[in-house]
């Protein structure tokens, strides 16, 4: 079984599988658990790994004990014996620091890269500070996506760095992002299956639940092509159907609707003139 459909398998990740609870219903990863998933023959070999993760959690000022924390573990020595092994119960923020910092040559390491930048994403989506201010659907729609397009914005100068160089090749580059997330969709697909126009664009009429699957798609896209230095059409356009597969295994995996299942919303457009006639009239 090659390690993709392994990582993948019942619709469930690998990452997932291994993922742990406290007595306080906290999810939390055992680092030993993890080194054997990122395929370390021994956990020795691991334990620098972790230090580089650490010291990267220091550097986006984050406080190391809210992600890193000691522990003793029980680990199985024969067919009846067990004894207490040192450990670390990790985040998810320090399992994505963890693959940051991983062998890149191992393939289960890039998928798991992508995989926890897109769940670390989701949290910091649900962690805004703006978002969480917004009180309805219309006003967080209008934030999501004023941020996609920004995003976009990034995207398209990450896609053109790494060989997408025209409106042709950014258009078919978009489509394999679509297909991922859509499910074999493509922008025309998209359009067909929520009966929109030819003139309406597919961003404009989306919920903040789409909105969201589409942002988590634009940024880990943008930076997977950055980070590995992607160069070339084709490879750019593998890498945006990889990412955009790995946000709908994401929203299987937390029983959330398909993208193409959502319903279709109002242009953003009246809704932003909705919101502004709105402000005026308190204002």
Known sequence: MKIAEEIF?????????????????????????LSKVLEYSEYRHFIPVLERAKEACVN????????????????EIGKTAKRKV?????????????VQNADPSKEVVALGQTYFAVQTRLQEIQQMEDYNRLTNEEEKRLFLRTEM??????????????????????????????????????????????KLKKSEHILDHMGSTELAANLFRATQTEEKLRNDKIQGKQKANQTHYEVGTKVRQTIK???????????????????????????????
């Not at 609707?257 to 204002?283: F, G, H, R, W, Y």
């Open 60 to 75: 986006s000022n984050q406080e190391i004990q809210h992600h890193f924390e000691d522990i003793l573990e029980m680990i």
């Open 149 to 194: 397009s920004k995003h976009n914005t990034y995207l398209a100068a990450a896609a053109k760095n790494a060989g997408v160089q025209n409106g042709m090749d950014y258009a078919i580059f978009q489509n394999h992002g679509y297909a991922g997330l859509y499910g074999g969709l493509d922008a025309k697909g998209i359009h067909k299956n929520k």
């Open 9 to 33: 398998k019942d619709n469930q990740s690998l990452f997932e599988r291994i993922k742990k609870q406290d007595e306080n219903v906290n999810e939390y990863w055992s680092a030993r658990d």
């Open 86 to 98: 040192e450990s670390v119960k990790l985040s998810r923020y320090a399992c994505y620091l963890i």
């Open 253 to 283: 995996e937390i029983g959330g609707t398909m993208p193409e299942k959502l319903p279709v919303a109002d242009n953003i457009k009246t809704v932003q003139k909705k919101l502004d006639s709105t402000k005026k009239k308190k204002d």
